[in-house]
């Protein structure tokens, strides 16, 4: 298993990164050998440890206890692989980050277990923080998760969906578990309470930038980077902020509205992810997610001048400028 | 809701169940209406509580602590109807205790999401009873519970699985969350180790024997009382004790073999079936099964005679008498 390297903005924690990799190696040394491959295979993909970062430059901001950092980082990137992993199945996904899913390779029934084993894990390692709080926030941010996830699935195809609700939605699937990276970070350090909410507001709209970035990539990213084709919310049902524009602005007969409808599919999705990439949508929702981004570095201002502090500012930054 | 009445045999925690039945019940009070509607479904379907008794009642050999004890007796409860409702997504089953499944009417994706709300709301019950070690003792109970039904799944129709594996995979599956409900109880209740041991094996036992009756029953039972079609198992290609019992009996041109290869299919289940329940096959089993009951009551000899141990020795007998 290769470690991935930690990107350079990781600033003061780069170096510690490989400890939440190592122990995210050590889950998959499990005696049952199908167990052990499709946990290879899940946790192998790599990924960029962003909410790992985000909680271990959270928990630097005072006391820098790693005995108890590592196992949350390790445990919030776990939850959210785990997360992906049930998507998949419920989505039928057959690709992510360039490979094949589990669910596609190993089936929906072991896939299921898998995540509930990940799940399972994920709070052992939680419980190894020794903080019933942190215990508690982590409990109660995979409720929001699964709330957030089971709104976008059952809200799929409803071409009547508004922003504020996808924004419910996101705030539940992504932006509840970079808040608790940051929050949970914040508590193990010993922070005070308006640092701590300071840290869980940097981290719930940096979470709802990142979404947002990621599901206007889903239309303008390059699928090879993706590793999962372009318009692929679309193909799920998914109606997402640049698509939710699209039909703000072009009521009637819009590409979006037509692929639900199920008229000329490859034509309007070709055509809705043409719109997407040559109008001014896109430079509205990127605009969106700067002001999310934004409200994330004013919430930085009230913790003290640190390596750290700069570190979490430039997370936020990266998170706009990535491509995939 | 109506709550269902705790058998007599529940002794003297039976006035204290209603507790962890309001506890199940605030659960369903989400304010996601199509969430609230499937927890409903799913919890409202009642069932014995034996978990939930079992917490209760080696919570209560030495100090009775209810404000502790409740979240713990709910949180093992709900963590066993998540993994039912995971199990039957895997399984596709139609029915379970006489009504519809999640799955059946709520379709997989959102099933997925709900079970995982589930074992995030059992989380974060635990969490209340502010012990760490309880919360690792679940957490790790989550690990064996995956790891015993991914067992199940990924030997299914496996004609070459021996009785051994098939105590391994139970003893994941279901025994360890008994263990865990009555050592986490004794936990609670502040017992020294060699006492909880006495506890952990109890709950280890009592469950190797419950699971044992409920695959018999699953050959044996009343379809109606039993809320499910006869012959279950088989049909999802699990072989349970009385099945490999037929097996090693009659190695050469068995029914269950010709059901699993996929000849003469309603014949050969109709024939597995009927030698379960008139020869000797029943009785074994059933042998079997009480000399787990036997180990579970000879655990209890360590602990202070009481009347909590004498209704954990009653719900042992239950286990072996029961019906459905």
Redesign the interface.
């Known amino acids: 298993m290769s470690t991935p390297v930690a990107p350079a903005l990781y600033g003061p924690v780069q170096d510690d990164i490989h400890l939440v990799e190592e122990t995210l190696n050590a889950i998959q040394k ?1 005696e ?1 050998p ?2 052990a491959r499709m946990l290879a295979h899940i946790l192998g993909a790599g990924g960029k440890r962003i909410r790992p970062a985000i909680a271990l430059l959270a928990g630097k901001i005072a006391t820098y206890d790693l005995e108890k950092l590592v196992p949350l980082a390790a445990s919030i990137e776990l939850l959210h692989s785990a ?1 992906l992993v ?1 998507d998949d ?3 039928a996904a057959a690709t992510r980050r360039g490979r094949a899913t589990a669910n596609a390779l190993f089936n ?3 896939t ?6 990940m ?3 994920a ?2 390692l939680i ?2 923080t ?1 903080s ?1 709080e942190v ?2 926030l ?6 929001e ?3 957030g ?3 976008q ?2 809200s799929a195809y409803e071409y009547s969906s508004s922003t504020i609700k996808y924004f419910n939605r996101i705030a539940g699937k992504t932006a509840s578990l970079f808040a608790t990276a940051a929050k949970g970070g914040g508590m193990l350090s010993g922070l005070r309470e308006d640092w701590l909410e300071a840290l869980r507001s940097y981290g719930e709209n940096v979470g709802m930038a990142f979404q947002i970035v990621d599901d206007i990539l889903d239309f303008t990213g390059d699928e090879a980077e993706m590793g999962k084709p372009v318009g692929s919310d679309l193909m799920q049902g998914t109606l997402t902020l640049p698509s939710l524009l699209i039909i703000e602005r072009y009521p009637d007969n819009n590409p979006v509205k037509r692929y639900f409808e199920g008229r000329q599919k490859a034509e309007s999705l070709r055509r809705s992810i043409e719109m997407v990439r040559n109008s001014s949508i896109l430079e509205e929702s990127y605009k969106v997610a700067r002001d999310f981004r934004d409200r994330a570095l004013a919430a930085l201002e009230v913790l003290p001048a640190s390596e750290a502090r700069d570190a979490l500012a430039d997370v936020a930054e990266w998170v706009m400028q990535r491509r995939s």
Chains 1, 2 share one sequence.
């Open positions: 499990v049952f199908a167990l997360t049930h199945v419920i989505d929906n029934g072991p299921v277990m898998v995540g509930d084993f799940f399972a894990h709070a052992e419980a190894r020794g019933i215990i508690r982590f409990a109660r941010t995979l409720m998760m699964a709330t996830e089971l709104h699935d059952m």
